[in-house]
């Protein structure tokens, strides 16, 4: 009997191991830490000029074009409720200044930016969440007007962010997100004329995430 019963007890101690490793494996998908999100993301510069160089007059000012482009995202949960997320695109703006106008030409910028998030509800259909992090933005591309010069000094910046997920399975969700980068840049204009220039963008961003 011993003999007997010791086949029946491999089968079943095979069997619930298979069981628990297939439960654990469910777990685990179900439980991944990783979501990409991609957005259709407009770029509001709020852009204000803090004059360094005395040629600029009291009435000049900048103006930099908004943009609308595309934003990957990758998001790495810690836990439930924490998380973090490194944020992608690039965006060109026209820029000029005015009072006199003058043509500045375009730029783009890359500005990869790391938040910390805390999502409060994560099991919920309605999954809000507000980051703190930030920002590195580097100027490249430029297209200047034929006889002048521009360059911008790369820098850092903050960056504040709220968005909600609306889960629709398991693994999608749309999404809708709002960032406030604070940002400025050192501007020089043929070497000569220089200026502080604030672009502190408001991001908003619609789209779409995946759950791993």
Known sequence: MLKAGLPAAAVLAAGLAGGLIQTTGAQAAEQSPWMVRG??????PEENLDKINPVLGPST???????????????YFFTKNIAVELILGTTPHDVKVTGPDVDLGSVWLLPPTLTVQYHFAPEAKIRPYLGVGVNYTIFYGKDEPSGTTVDYD??????????????????????VDVKQIFLSTDVKVNGAVKADVDINPLLVGLGVGYRF
């Not at 790369?154 to 999404?175: C, E, K, P, R, S």
């Open 39 to 44: 957005r259709a993301l407009i770029v509001l």
């Open 61 to 75: 000012d900048v103006s930099i074009d908004d943009s609308v482009v595309p934003e990957l995202d990758i998001t």
């Open 154 to 175: 790369n820098n850092f910046g903050w960056a504040l962010q709220a968005g909600v997920d609306f889960a629709i399975d398991d693994h999608w969700a749309l999404n």
